[in-house]
């Protein structure tokens, strides 16, 4: 039911055909005798309701901010994302970097004629953007740009990005549709507790949630106690922040005797712009008594309103009408079947300051599926399993930080944060992680030593290494008030 397009969620004709075979079916069935009639009424009594629910789903709009786009048959979004892309590429050849790159790949934007010519593309990286720091991008002249965002380059030029008037209007678009996908609305208060500056998640959410028509809170990242006073004054109904601080902040709330679901009118949390497990999700949402949806982005692409997960939770819907999604290996570069866990590799389809063409994201992910019960058919991938420039090399073996996220969110004696240090003693790699302890769990010696042993065999288990493990008490590690610092690398490099 929810993978029929858009033309027969909404067209009335349909909905009275199918309205009067129900009805007409069901008036048969009582008219049999005996169990059968019975059976028979009670299974397509559930069959008509299910199908009602369905389909009152699909004729309600208001499930949806832009109906014409989010409810786009396959069919229709590819055909709207091969006008896009050869829209992108005459208007990224106007730049002189891309000619160049066209040039060397032999191609022109005539060769683009079908969605999978995408391939012929070549591919851009942050490397591109460093060597063309910072406008050698820009597809339109400067003076049509209103506004520029920097990724936080820790070595060499940073990154910028961007964006003309209607490139911002757009990304607010975006941002407003995944809130309201989650079910806010213009009588939400929305508190925004993420760095705002050069920081995407900040200006990103504030715009997205302004057009969404929400009371927007600009509260930004950090001071707890006045994040809980806005939170109980202004009644705020919905908080976006890093997964990170959101423990951080209930931890303050347990501090300050404040329930969030008694003192507060909390019913969504937004939650991404880092990785985290599926793990520390169910924690969160346990801790704070509300759902909290991921949410992707990254300043490359604007930022927030990337992707987002709907109510169902079942992976992350990126934007078709925004993006074309590939997922490549990252050493062949070819694509990867669905399922298979790949880099994911995005080209820009509505954006004239800066589009970026395949851009290689380095993020790890899968593709889960095209459908979703939610009537949206835009593809779903799995949440970030990591960057592949996070991913640690010990003693041969890969290993990603969410990998140990997971094991340790298993144990409830153990609190959200951790830290993960590599270090060589003896020639050696070794791996020690810290793991703060629940407030109230026990500091009875024989326990501790019992959990400490129980945690390093599951982490064992689940990374083929053993590290060692540090039970702390909790406030003992550093919190971030942005992204979480996960892994701190004092190995020595030997040439
Ligand atoms: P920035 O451009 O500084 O906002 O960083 C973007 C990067 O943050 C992405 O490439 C991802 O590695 C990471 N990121 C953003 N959102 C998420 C998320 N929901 N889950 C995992 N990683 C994320
Ligand atoms: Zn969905």
Not at 145 to 173: F, M, Y
Not at 472 to 485: Q, Y
């Amino acid at each position: 039911m929810a993978n029929f397009s858009k033309k027969y969620y909404f067209n009335d004709k349909y909905y009275n055909w199918f309205y009067y075979l129900c009805t007409t079916k069901m008036k048969k069935c009582t008219s049999l005798d005996g169990h059968i009639s019975t059976f028979c009424f009670v299974k397509r009594i559930i069959w008509k309701s299910n199908f009602c629910i369905n389909l009152n789903k699909m004729l309600d709009k208001s499930e949806y901010l832009h109906p014409d786009k989010e409810c786009l048959s396959r069919q229709e979004i590819e055909a709207l994302q091969l006008e896009r892309l050869k829209a992108t590429v005459k208007h990224c050849y106007t730049n002189e970097v891309y000619k160049k790159k066209f040039a060397e790949a032999g191609i022109t934007p005539d060769d683009i004629k079908t969605l999978d010519d995408v391939r012929k593309l070549p591919f851009t990286t942050k490397q591109d953007l460093r060597d063309n720091y910072p406008f050698g991008l820009a597809c339109v002249p400067l003076s049509k740009c209103t506004r520029l965002h920097s990724s936080s380059g820790t070595t060499g030029n940073p990154t910028v990005i961007l964006h003309t008037q209607k490139d911002i209007d757009e990304w607010a678009n975006a941002v407003a549709r995944c809130l309201h996908m989650v079910g806010l609305r213009p009588d939400d208060v929305f508190q925004n507790s993420s760095g705002y500056g050069m920081f995407t998640g900040g200006l990103g959410f504030q715009l997205g949630a302004e057009r969404l028509g929400a009371l927007t809170v600009p509260a930004a990242a950090g001071n707890s106690l006045r994040q809980i006073k806005f939170i109980k004054d202004f009644g705020t109904t919905a908080i976006h922040a890093v997964p990170s601080y959101v423990t951080r902040l209930h931890e303050v709330m347990v501090e300050q005797g404040v329930d969030p679901r008694r003192d507060t009118k909390l019913k969504v949390l937004v939650i991404g712009a880092e990785p985290h497990s599926e793990e520390q999700r169910k924690r969160i949402e346990k801790m704070m008594g509300v759902k909290a949806y991921n949410s992707f982005g990254m300043s490359e692409m604007c930022g927030p309103g990337v992707a987002f997960e709907c109510k169902e939770q079942n992976g992350l819907h990126f934007w078709e009408d925004y993006y074309i999604v590939e997922i490549v290996d990252p050493e062949t570069l070819e694509p990867v079947p669905d399922g298979e866990i790949g880099e994911l590799v995005l080209t820009t389809l509505n954006r004239e300051a800066m589009p970026l063409l395949r851009y290689r994201t380095r993020d790890l992910t899968r593709v889960l599926g095209r459908t979703c019960p939610c009537g949206r058919n835009h593809v779903r991938l799995d949440r970030m399993k990591g960057r592949s420039d996070d991913m640690m090399v010990l003693r041969g073996v890969n290993i990603f930080p969410i990998q140990i996220e997971k094991i340790l969110m298993q144990f409830k004696e153990l609190a959200s944060n951790y830290l993960i240090t590599l270090t060589t003693d003896a020639d050696n790699d070794n791996m020690t992680v810290e793991v703060e302890l629940e407030e109230l769990f026990t500091d009875d010696y024989q326990r501790l030593q019992k959990l400490q042993k129980d945690v390093t065999r599951a982490l064992k288990d689940e990374i083929l290494l053993t590290p060692h493990v540090k039970l702390v008490p909790k406030g003992t590690l550093p919190v971030s008030e942005g992204k979480a610092v996960r892994v701190v690398d004092k190995r020595t490099v030997y040439q």
